[in-house]
């Protein structure tokens, strides 16, 4: 994965980058299947834009 992000409180976030046309590999899904059925955040992002999205809400969430 491309980008971990260890807030101070709370779980980690790991962010795949992939281009456009461009998939998760076979161990990356397993790994995305592990973290998800831990209740650890994972994603898959196309751009910076998305990037920023994923981690705004995020942030929104553990605010709340």
Excluded at 31 to 60: F, N, Q, T
Aim: hydrophobic share 40%; charged share 30%; with cysteine.
């Amino acid at each position: 994965f491309d980008v971990i992000v260890y807030p101070p409180a709370g779980s980690d976030i790991w962010i795949e980058l992939k281009a456009h046309g461009n998939y998760l590999t076979d161990e990356q899904k397993a790994w995305r299947d592990w973290r998800e059925a831990h209740g650890r955040p994972c994603h898959v992002a196309r751009s910076l834009g998305e990037v920023v999205s994923i981690m705004k809400e995020y942030l929104a969430r553990k605010a709340a």
